[in-house]
Each structure stands twice: as C-alpha cells, then as structure tokens.
C-alpha cells in the first residue's frame, strides 16, 4: 500500500512512522522550503505522550522538556503581580517548544520528504487517488493524507474554502527565539507574561542561554499582516518590561511565527481515499492547547484503522467516529479559555491575578491549575479507544 502524506509537522511525520512499520511505502511533501523549527512552547502530555512513549520517544522528550517552577504576571516595570508556583512533577506536564518536538519525531521516520512542494490537484476513484504536485510530478496512491495544518491545501482542494471551515477566535498569535544570555539569565526557569486589556506577551527561557517569547493580541480580521514583525511593534509600543528590547530585535518570517487563533469544525475529515490529519480538521487553538498531543493520537488512530479491514474510505470514517468527540470537547474548553488567556478589560486582568493568589493558598493551586492552567488533561489521560465490535 501507498500512502502520500502531504504536510511534514508533528501530525504528518507520526503518521508516518506508524504506516512505515506496518509496511506502508510512504511519501511526504512539505510546502516550506525547509524543515520548521518555528512555533511556540507547548504543554505537552495527555494521548500525544502516551503516543510518543509507544514510539521510543520517551527519554528523548524529558532530555528536551524546559524546566516551568512557576506561572507568573508582571507590570510595565517588571514587577510581579500575581503568580502561581509548580511543584516539579506535580501536573504530569513536559514543556517542550513545538519544533523540538517535531524535530524529535523526524528523526524516527525513514520516510523521504520532499520540501517546497504541496499537492496542486487531486482526482480519486475506487481504485486509489492520482495527485498533480506543485512541482508538475504526479503520484499514484493508495490515500493521500492532508496533514499540512489549519491552511490545508488539500482540504481546500478536495473539501471547499477555508473560510468555510475556519472559526477564527478574534486574536492572532506571535513568537520567535532570542540568542541573549542575560535576558534568559533574567527570566530563569518561569513563565512570565505582561498583559494589558486585549494583548498579551510572554517570555521564558529556553536552552542554549536563549529566550522564547510569544505574543497574542485581539484582532477581528483574521487575514495575516504584510509585514507582521511591524505590527508587533507597533501594537506593543510602550507596554515597558523587556519588550522594548526584544521587540527591536524582533526578525522577520520564517524565523518570526505568525497566525490567527482559530478552531476549524468539520462536518466530514474524509472523503474516499482523501483523509484530513491533525491541524487540517481537528485544530483546537492556543486557547486550548493540546493540538500537538491530539495530533499524534489522530495519528495513532488512523493507523490503527487502516491496518483494520474494510479498507481506505471505512478505515477513515471509523478514525474520525473515534477523535471526534475529544476534539469537539477540547475546542469547547478552548473558547471558555479566552477570557482568562487574553483578558478583554481590566476587570478581567484583577479578577484573574485574583484567582492565582488565591491559587497560591495551600492545596488550592491542584484544583485551580486543572481549570484554568494548559488545557483540560483530565479529557486526555488516556487515548481515546476503537469502539468494540
């Protein structure tokens, strides 16, 4: 059997290292020129861990995971006005940056992956799917999988519009990596975030004497800015902390990551022997987290069917009755999230530095983190399960 898996992230590599060992001939293609290393620190944990587990990956992800002992908010002069301590261990929860992650999937699979290239036309019949690449090659198939994220070539292709699909939930998001020993000397081993109503800007220290920063603003358009680094500074001008320094040193894409925050609900992830992955059908947003985890597990999923009987079309169908429900109940956390991620007005900002000071009190920051920390992990302890026959 022949798989081309469009799209080469966290979703399209896991899958295809699960088709390879069951004997798959698998193809990828990546519309970037080169291998995506953007993107911004994840809480990774959940079905996607107990994937990556399965897939020997274990040891590699802790020797990569960034030490997070606290969440905290700071003023314009860099003072502290709320924040909540994380006991080592204490949340089951492995912080890793998205390309980190990625790079540690990549290094497992054997599979070629053609970069600068994307499917430019689909055509499928019963007996498999002939697709036209960007680059004037064609393939024949078995299935062609779109796994090429929330900007899916291939859902566009062989399902509609994007617009169609996406719910875009009023902000964008920003984030790129600093070379600065004496800003990651200044941050240390935390999370600390400025906030003002409707903009947010976060910095932790990552490996290497680098620092990760990331930013999220309200924005109703959901279409990207020409020159999105210019926004930046414009939109946090003033705000004080450490950004008027990392933000003159803000770069341009790809090494600046920038999107809108958006769901995308789909009524199908399938059609014959086209299925959607990952991003491409089931993305939950920052709000949420949990796209990377929900990601593998897809994976994981899909693979599972396929080696079922009944072939590609049921196979797919069976994969989506499975992820469906867990998706749907993460995006739902994920727009109840927004509120306390990027606050809309300063009442919103005093009742949340509220709610962590009150988190800081003995046995309550458990119960509190679980609510309004990375994501709702108590939906995802364990992968979601193929129904019996």
Not at 30 to 37: I, T, V, Y
Not at 56 to 85: C, F, K, M, P, W
Request: aromatic share 6%; glycine share 12%; proline share 5%.
């Amino acid at each position: 059997m022949r798989a081309l898996v469009c799209g080469a992230g966290i979703a399209g590599l896991t899958l295809a290292w699960h088709l390879e060992r069951a004997g798959w001939d698998v193809e990828l293609v990546e519309r970037a020129a080169a291998f995506r290393d953007s993107g911004y620190m994840i809480d990774f944990y959940g079905p996607g861990a107990e994937v990556a587990a399965r897939m020997g990956l274990g040891q590699r992800l802790r020797e990569l995971r960034h030490e997070v002992n606290e969440i905290g908010y700071v003023d314009r002069d860099g003072r502290t006005t709320s924040r909540l301590a994380l006991p080592p261990g204490m949340y089951e929860i492995t912080s890793l940056l998205r390309g980190d992650l990625a790079r540690a999937v990549a290094g497992q699979v054997r599979s070629p992956v053609r970069y600068g290239v994307t499917v430019d036309g689909v055509e499928q019949d019963s007996g498999g799917v002939r697709v036209l690449l960007s680059d004037g090659t064609r393939r024949d198939a078995d299935l062609l999988v779109g796994a090429d994220g929330v900007h899916s070539r291939v859902r566009e292709l062989v399902f509609g519009p994007g617009e169609r699909f996406l719910r875009h939930l009023g902000h964008h998001v920003a984030a790129y990596l600093l070379d600065d020993e004496e800003l990651h000397r200044r941050v240390g081993v935390r999370y600390r975030m400025l906030t003002v109503p409707g903009r947010m800007a976060g910095a932790y220290a990552v490996h290497g004497g680098r620092l990760a920063m990331m930013f999220l603003y309200r924005e109703a358009d959901p279409a990207a800015p020409a020159d999105p680094a210019a926004v930046l500074r414009e939109r946090y001008a003033g705000l004080g902390w450490i950004l008027p320094e990392v933000l003159r040193r803000c770069p341009d894409p790809p090494e600046l990551y920038h999107d809108q925050v958006s769901q995308v609900e789909m009524d199908e992830w399938s059609r014959g022997r086209v299925v959607l992955l990952g991003d491409a059908c089931q993305a939950v947003s920052l709000f949420a987290g949990h796209g990377a985890s929900m990601a593998m597990a897809g994976a994981r999923v899909l693979a599972e069917e396929l080696g079922a009987s009944g072939g590609v079309p049921a196979a797919a169908e069976r994969y989506a009755a499975r992820m469906r429900g867990p998706v749907e109940r993460v995006q739902r956390f994920g727009r109840r999230f927004v509120k306390w991620m990027a606050p809309p007005s300063r009442a919103r900002i005093v009742a949340r530095d509220a709610v962590l000071r009150l988190a800081a009190l003995p046995g309550a920051g458990r119960l509190l983190v679980g609510r309004l920390g990375p994501g709702a992990d108590d939906l995802f302890r364990a992968s979601p399960r193929r129904p019996e026959a």
